[in-house]
Nanobody
Framework: QVQLVESGGGLVQPGGSLRLSCAAS????????MGWYRQAPGKQRELVAS???????NYAESVKGRFTISRGNAKNTVYLEMNSLRSEDTAVYYC?????????WGQGTQVTVSS
């Protein structure tokens, strides 16, 4: 079993910053992809950023230059640094782990960008 626990969401003003964290536990293979997705009300879930172990990050066009995904020293953690936040970034953000034996999702954390 694999569990993902996200933290760091909240309410922030436009132009502000937030840092999301995701910690994975359980059977974690050294080769995997960890990433962040988001789902706004009435919209489909979409990829925000992903980072393969030992690979390069991939970003949605809408967040390039503003968001940064990174891995922690423990390798089973992933972070999303979000800067210059906009109202359209408001969504529930989900962490995802993909590995040979399956794909796993966190419970989600709400990010609201509003003045």
């Amino acid at each position: 079993q694999v569990q993902l626990v996200e933290s760091g969401g909240g309410l922030v003003q436009p132009g502000g910053s937030l840092r999301l964290s995701c910690a994975a536990s359980g059977v974690i293979f050294s080769s995997n992809v960890m990433g962040w997705y988001r789902q706004a009300p009435g919209k489909q879930r979409e990829l925000v950023a992903s980072l393969p172990s030992g690979g390069s990050a991939n970003y949605a066009e809408s967040v390039k230059g503003r968001f940064t995904i990174s891995r922690g020293n423990a390798k089973n953690t992933v972070y999303l640094e979000m800067n210059s936040l906009r109202s359209e970034d408001t969504a529930v953000y989900y962490c995802r782990l993909q590995q040979a034996i399956g794909s796993y999702w966190g419970q989600g954390t709400q990010v609201t960008v509003s003045s």
